[in-house]
């Protein structure tokens, strides 16, 4: 069996359902492990970023090991300036040890003041098309916490991706899912188990009461993969044995219905 792909919007990049989300996979020591074992057992996305530090390196390091690149990398950058983010696409492109790369993203762009600098003359968007231009990415991309900003990256038609939070936890941007799609701009959950915080409370309980709660990290990933909408869910994932644990739920999940979907939302509110 295979991991489903979806269309990434208007990039028409097939990914699986299910990608990885690198923030904190080199902070220990079974983090290339890690990789390997997601690529093996087919994750075809994996999100990065220069500022997740050692991420860009160790996804190199795996691509080096692997003896060239078989799947979807997006990474982003603060830079906020032209100059800045094409320093950063090539500071990317050696890292990674990559002749271009899939998806760049701007960064945690979350204010409406971030959002005028890297959408200005001279801003970060216009040293992304530059560099979209010279053949070194294939794609622009945003990442934001910002519903406004958001909404504005969604129609103003420069993005191809936008990464945004959802989960069980946060259905703040449920609006703007139907939107992204209705414009076809590929849409990447973030934080689809809501954040290392939450799980690990989560996990805590688990241990302590012996048994299994409804709303478990499997069912929070169901909860995501059940939005048809959204292209690729990207879990933060350190060690092997979680990343197992997210594709055998990929593989075998049914969609959740509304009534279990909304067991899920009322456990998350009564959780945190
Ligand atoms: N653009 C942005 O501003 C931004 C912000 C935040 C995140 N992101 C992206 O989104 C990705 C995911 O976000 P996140 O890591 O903050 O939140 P998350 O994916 O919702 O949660 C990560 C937590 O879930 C745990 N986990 C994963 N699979 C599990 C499983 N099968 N069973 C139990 N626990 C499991 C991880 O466990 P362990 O503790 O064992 O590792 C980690 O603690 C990041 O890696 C990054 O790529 C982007």
Redesign the pocket.
Known sequence: MELKKRRLGRTNLMVTELG??????PT?KEGEETLHLALDLGINFI???RE?QDSEYLIGKVIRARGGKDFHIAT?TFSRTRDGSQHEVDRSLGILGVDRIDIY?L??V?SLQAWEEVMQEGGALEGLKIARERGLIDYIGI???SLDVLERAILCGEFDTV?L?Y?AFFRDTDRLIGLAKERNVGIIV???????????V??TRMKASGQETSL???M??RYVLSRPEISVA??????P???R??VQ?ALSYRPLNESEKMECEEEAALLF
């Not at 990207?234 to 060690?239: E, T």
């Open positions: 990885l989300g690198a923030m904190d996979t220990v999100d990065t970023a997740y982003k993203q960064h945690d979350s990442s934001s916490h990464m939070e989960s973030m934080r689809p188990l809501g954040g290392s915080g939450r799980t690990s989560i996990r478990t990290p499997a929070l990933l990207i879990p933060g994932v350190r060690y044995s979680r990343v644990e997210n739920v």
